[in-house]
């Protein structure tokens, strides 16, 4: 198995919007009150477009083989403007499809993720995981990640 990691630009869009779209799926299953607007994709076409000429923002895909068979999207924030060192690197999205998880190639995302954030200039980076993606929560674990705000919600 060959496996290379590379930026990936406009040519990529159906690829990464497909592989998107995969995760989005897998999202709904896990929490069923995640639910989609009618004609999202085109929206979805034209964000990740816009995103994919963002220099803040970037996208890095698993080629195996020649197959694209995953990607991680990461976008620069903004922190609280009166903190120290609030900048950071959002995690945006990671997928990899089904065969090719377990095999290290997520860890190698994470690393290029990791390194563009450091060229970058920012201390740390940050993602938000559904609570009940336990396995995704065991794989950011391994990959370094620790947890250190909880978003709480009550309904109105
Ligand atoms: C999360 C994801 C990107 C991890 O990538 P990966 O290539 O499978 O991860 P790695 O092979 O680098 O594994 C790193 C460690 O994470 C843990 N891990 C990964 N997948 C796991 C799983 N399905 N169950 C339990 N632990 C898992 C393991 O401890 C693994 O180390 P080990 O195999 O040495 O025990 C991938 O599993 C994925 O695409 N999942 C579906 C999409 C998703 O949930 N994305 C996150 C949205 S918030």
Not at 115 to 120: A, I, N, S, Y
Not at 121 to 144: D, E, P
């Amino acid at each position: 198995m060959k496996l290379v990691i590379e930026k990936a630009d406009k040519k990529d869009l159906d690829e990464l919007l497909e592989l998107s779209d995969r995760l989005l799926r897998q999202m709904m299953e896990i929490d069923k009150e995640i639910k989609l607007i009618k004609n999202h994709g085109p929206l979805k076409r034209k964000y990740y477009l816009t995103e994919l000429k963002n220099p803040n923002s970037v996208f890095f895909k698993a080629v195996c083989d020649g197959k694209t068979v995953g990607f991680v999207f990461g976008t620069l924030k903004e922190g609280i403007p009166i903190l120290k060192d609030d900048d950071y690197g959002n995690l945006n999205e990671i997928y990899l499809l089904p065969e090719f998880r377990r095999k290290g190639i997520g860890h190698r995302l994470m690393k290029s993720m990791r390194q563009w954030f450091k060229k970058k200039g920012v201390k740390w980076m940050r993602l938000y995981a559904l609570v009940k993606n336990k396995r995704a929560q065991t794989a950011y674990k391994k990959f370094g990640f620790m947890e250190f705000r909880k978003i709480m919600r009550m309904k109105v």
